[in-house]
């Protein structure tokens, strides 16, 4: 029973990894070297390798990584790392979980030198925000210890505590305070239209807001 569940599990989460590394892929450079942080199970990373990282590096606040060699631990605030070690540091909805968003981020445009990437999923109106918080319970920490409890991951703390529903708007504003400028954002229908699947491109040293939006690439595909 075991056996085909993990199958499945490792199926599900390497096809939601390879379509976020496919979003992600065309804004780096080639070769990069990358910090994916709040890396999870590890299959981002793993995707970004496949996709033409020199390397990816994984940071998290807890390790409970089921492939690749596992994260780098820190505190959630300041990162192990020397400055601009990095080509690009990813943030894959990371920020809604953390104490301190501003602050991550602007310890995030310290070791990159390229671009810090953000996915963040943006509510759409009232019916937005209840599905986020409802899948942010089922895939957050129901999920988890679900998974724990099937030895699908190591058993440790879920990190996964929803602090914030973030708009589109919001992380501009985030990223103004990291001293990051924003080059642009490329958005994504996700559950129904209900919110924004919303990828940021941030770059350094801080210009300005400029939040406007890109249009979605043609035959996006949600995972």
């Known amino acids: ?3 085909p569940l ?3 599990f490792h199926h599900r989460l390497r096809r939601r990894a390879g379509h976020l590394a496919a979003r992600i ?3 780096l450079p080639t070769g990069a070297t990358v910090l994916d942080i709040g890396s999870g199970t590890g299959h981002n990373a793993e995707a970004l390798r496949i996709r033409g990282a020199r390397t990816c590096a994984e940071a998290d606040v807890v390790d409970f990584h089921v492939v690749g060699g596992g ?3 820190f505190d959630g605030t300041r990162l192990p790392f020397a400055d601009r070690v990095f080509d690009a540091c990813l943030l894959a ?3 809604s979980y953390t104490d301190d968003p501003a602050a991550l981020l602007r310890e995030a445009g310290r070791v990159a030198s390229r671009r810090v990437l953000v996915l963040q999923s943006s509510p759409r109106g009232r019916a937005g925000r209840i599905a986020l918080r409802l899948r942010g319970w089922i895939q ?3 999920a988890f210890r ?3 409890t099937l030895r699908l991951i190591p058993p440790s703390p879920t990190p996964l505590h929803p602090r914030r ?3 589109r708007e919001r992380v501009g504003d985030l990223a103004d305070e990291a001293g990051l400028k924003l080059a642009r954002v490329v958005p994504e229908p996700g559950l129904l239209g209900l919110v924004s699947r919303d990828l940021f491109v941030l770059e350094g040293p801080h210009q300005g807001p400029g939040l406007a939006a890109s249009p979605p690439p043609t035959g996006t595909q949600r995972p």
């Open 146 to 148: 679900l998974c724990a």
């Open 71 to 73: 994260p780098v631990l």
């Open 140 to 142: 957050g920490r129901v």
């Open 93 to 95: 909805f990371v920020l």
């Open 165 to 167: 529903l973030l708009s």
């Open 1 to 3: 029973m075991i056996g």
């Open 6 to 8: 993990r199958a499945a």
């Open 25 to 27: 892929a065309p804004h």
